[in-house]
């Protein structure tokens, strides 16, 4: 009996670490990250309108704000960076900071 | 030397010019790949002129809203991936108390379509997009050439950013200035400098020009603001695939610069007038690339006659707004090929390298006055120079 729970032990851990790591790695992929010109900041209904696109291919995004986003000191026209992901069909943006000029430097 | 010997003489001479001209390697024709690509690369390219010249119909994703089938209706000539005669309308909306530019992007974008399927026009009873009330002014842009743009791609930011003075400190009347895209990366394509690379460009272009999605730019442009109406746009997004995208990418990236033709003494002092009225100060002569992993785009010169910046060229060129650019704010246009050109400047209006040059103005007037004040037998020097490009 003690040599088969031996045996159980190490399994048991490798499974609990599978796991935390597939746990980890799932939250990790459910946020992504966007960086876009503000297009508008509606604190009235906590949503922020952003561009961003491929070239002359611009379009808009509408964040919801998570309740813990915060956007004082926002304003259009400002690059930022959104963390958002998607919930119930909309996007939800879990924090906005702005990009400091020095970070969009580009290629080295 | 007897007659047999001299005719041995003679054939062995011009066998051994022969095998000298083969061993030299053919001269570049705009159109062809750049020197040094491996193997790959090469094959990559000749696919790639495939995907570029695929002409696409309602049936394979085209629109619903284009204004062109394919890349090569509008970069055709002298050769594919060339320039064309289409001309584009551009709308955005510059406010002067604030400096801010609106691209009208939940409007349609800045790139108005100009034609429309039979299924959306038949839809909506349109036959283009039709242009945003707000926008008061409409801009023209011709289809420019492609040739070398993957050098251009290839130049650091830095190189770039070390060239611009935007409070003009050196007090020589030039302050060249970047521009920035939506994300706050430096953009450089363009005619306003907006688009940092040449992939994100042709991704772009792709869905903008043709309406066909891909997976860099998969949503469809909209209809003015307003969603396609359904059934209109069958084919569903993307309409390309990454494999397709990736050959177009490789096709531009990889044409080669135009070759610059042999300077005589005349041609050899303009090249040096241009240097001296100012005309280098935006238009300046070579950038150097960065590293690659294309060896044949690494560490190069690329003799472009552009410094990628933004300048302000007055009130008689000016149209729209474009990311930060000012209304007659242009990017310097790179020069290489422009002995080919047979319509100048952004939309074209300029018939002869001339024309435009006397259609500068802005920080460019010094160089321009400079130039009329040339003797007739400089100036014919300078258009020499610039006829060798």
Not at chain 2, 131 to 137: D, E, G, Q, R
């Given at each position: 009996?003690?040599?088969?729970?031996d045996r159980?032990?190490?399994?048991?851990?490798?499974?609990?670490?599978?796991?935390m790591?597939?746990?980890?790695?799932?939250?990790a992929?459910?946020?992504?990250?966007?960086?876009?010109t503000?297009?508008?900041?509606?604190?009235?209904s906590?949503?922020?309108?952003?561009?961003?696109?491929?070239?002359?291919?611009?379009?808009?995004?509408?964040?919801?704000?998570?309740?813990?986003?915060r956007?004082?000191?926002?304003?259009?026209?400002?690059?930022?960076?959104?963390?958002?992901?998607r919930?119930?069909?909309?996007?939800?943006?879990l924090?906005?900071?702005?990009?400091l000029?020095?970070?969009?430097?580009?290629?080295? | 030397?007897?007659r047999?010997a001299?005719?041995?003489g003679?054939?062995?001479?011009?066998?051994?010019?022969?095998?000298?001209?083969?061993?030299?390697?053919?001269?570049?024709?705009l159109?062809d790949?750049?020197?040094?690509?491996?193997?790959?690369?090469?094959?990559r390219?000749?696919?790639?002129?495939?995907?570029?010249?695929?002409?696409?119909?309602?049936?394979?994703?085209l629109?619903?809203?284009?204004?062109?089938?394919?890349?090569?209706?509008?970069h055709?000539?002298?050769a594919?991936?060339?320039?064309g005669?289409?001309?584009?309308?551009?709308?955005?909306?510059?406010?002067?108390?604030?400096?801010s530019?609106?691209?009208?992007?939940?409007?349609?974008?800045?790139v108005?379509?100009q034609?429309?399927?039979?299924?959306?026009s038949?839809?909506?009873?349109?036959?283009?997009?039709?242009?945003?009330?707000?926008a008061?002014?409409?801009?023209s842009r011709s289809?420019?050439?492609?040739?070398?743009?993957?050098?251009?791609?290839?130049?650091?930011?830095a190189?770039?950013l070390?060239?611009?003075?935007?409070?003009?400190?050196?007090?020589?009347?030039?302050?060249?200035?970047p521009n920035?895209?939506?994300?706050?990366?430096?953009?450089r394509?363009?005619?306003?400098?907006f688009?940092?690379?040449?992939?994100?460009?042709?991704?772009?272009?792709?869905t903008?020009?043709?309406?066909?999605?891909?997976?860099e730019?998969?949503t469809?442009?909209?209809?003015g603001?307003?969603?396609?109406?359904p059934?209109?746009?069958?084919?569903?997004?993307?309409?390309?695939?990454?494999?397709?995208?990736?050959?177009t990418?490789?096709?531009v990236?990889?044409?080669?610069?135009?070759?610059?033709a042999?300077l005589?003494?005349?041609?050899r002092?303009?090249?040096?007038?241009f240097?001296?009225?100012?005309?280098?100060?935006?238009?300046?002569?070579s950038?150097?690339?960065?590293?690659?992993?294309?060896?044949?785009?690494?560490?190069?010169?690329v003799?472009?006659?552009?410094d990628?910046?933004l300048?302000?060229?007055g009130?008689?060129?000016?149209?729209i707004?474009?990311?930060?650019?000012?209304?007659?704010?242009?990017?310097?246009?790179?020069?290489?090929?422009?002995?080919?050109?047979t319509?100048?400047l952004?939309d074209?209006?300029?018939?002869?390298?001339?024309?435009?040059i006397?259609?500068?103005?802005?920080?460019?007037?010094?160089?321009?006055?400079?130039?009329?004040?040339?003797?007739?037998?400089?100036?014919?020097a300078?258009?020499r120079?610039?006829?060798?490009?």
């Amino acid at each position: 009996m003690d040599n088969r729970a031996d045996r159980a032990r190490p399994r048991a851990t490798i499974a609990i670490i599978i796991l935390m790591t597939a746990t980890a790695l799932i939250a990790a992929a459910d946020s992504e990250t966007t960086r876009c010109t503000i297009r508008k900041v509606d604190p009235a209904s906590r949503e922020v309108t952003a561009v961003y696109g491929s070239g002359y291919a611009l379009r808009v995004r509408v964040f919801r704000l998570d309740p813990d986003c915060r956007i004082a000191g926002l304003k259009p026209g400002q690059v930022v960076e959104v963390k958002h992901r998607r919930t119930g069909g909309r996007d939800v943006a879990l924090s906005i900071a702005a990009v400091l000029p020095d970070e969009n430097r580009g290629r080295p | 030397m007897n007659r047999a010997a001299a005719t041995a003489g003679t054939a062995g001479g011009i066998a051994a010019l022969v095998i000298v001209a083969c061993a030299c390697p053919a001269p570049k024709k705009l159109g062809d790949p750049l020197d040094g690509l491996t193997q790959q690369e090469s094959a990559r390219f000749v696919q790639g002129r495939e995907a570029f010249q695929r002409a696409f119909t309602p049936e394979t994703g085209l629109g619903p809203l284009f204004n062109a089938d394919g890349c090569a209706e509008c970069h055709e000539d002298p050769a594919t991936g060339g320039r064309g005669d289409e001309i584009e309308s551009h709308v955005s909306v510059f406010d002067p108390a604030t400096g801010s530019c609106d691209q009208l992007v939940e409007k349609g974008g800045p790139v108005i379509q100009q034609h429309a399927t039979p299924a959306l026009s038949a839809a909506l009873g349109i036959d283009r997009e039709p242009t945003p009330a707000a926008a008061k002014v409409v801009a023209s842009r011709s289809a420019p050439e492609l040739f070398g743009l993957g050098l251009l791609d290839a130049v650091p930011d830095a190189e770039i950013l070390a060239l611009a003075d935007p409070d003009d400190r050196d007090h020589d009347g030039i302050s060249g200035r970047p521009n920035r895209f939506v994300d706050g990366r430096l953009g450089r394509f363009g005619r306003k400098a907006f688009v940092p690379t040449l992939r994100e460009f042709n991704a772009g272009a792709y869905t903008i020009e043709q309406g066909i999605t891909n997976p860099e730019s998969p949503t469809e442009e909209s209809i003015g603001g307003d969603p396609i109406p359904p059934g209109v746009d069958p084919v569903p997004e993307p309409e390309i695939t990454q494999a397709a995208l990736d050959a177009t990418d490789d096709f531009v990236r990889f044409l080669a610069p135009p070759q610059r033709a042999h300077l005589d003494a005349a041609g050899r002092r303009g090249r040096k007038l241009f240097g001296a009225i100012g005309c280098a100060a935006c238009h300046v002569p070579s950038l150097t690339t960065g590293d690659s992993p294309v060896e044949a785009l690494r560490y190069k010169t690329v003799y472009a006659y552009t410094d990628l910046l933004l300048h302000d060229m007055g009130d008689g060129l000016a149209d729209i707004c474009f990311g930060l650019a000012t209304p007659s704010e242009f990017r310097t246009a790179p020069l290489m090929g422009i002995s080919k050109a047979t319509a100048l400047l952004h939309d074209g209006r300029a018939k002869s390298i001339e024309e435009a040059i006397r259609l500068h103005a802005g920080e460019a007037s010094t160089a321009r006055n400079r130039f009329e004040a040339l003797s007739s037998q400089d100036r014919d020097a300078l258009l020499r120079f610039l006829g060798s490009l």
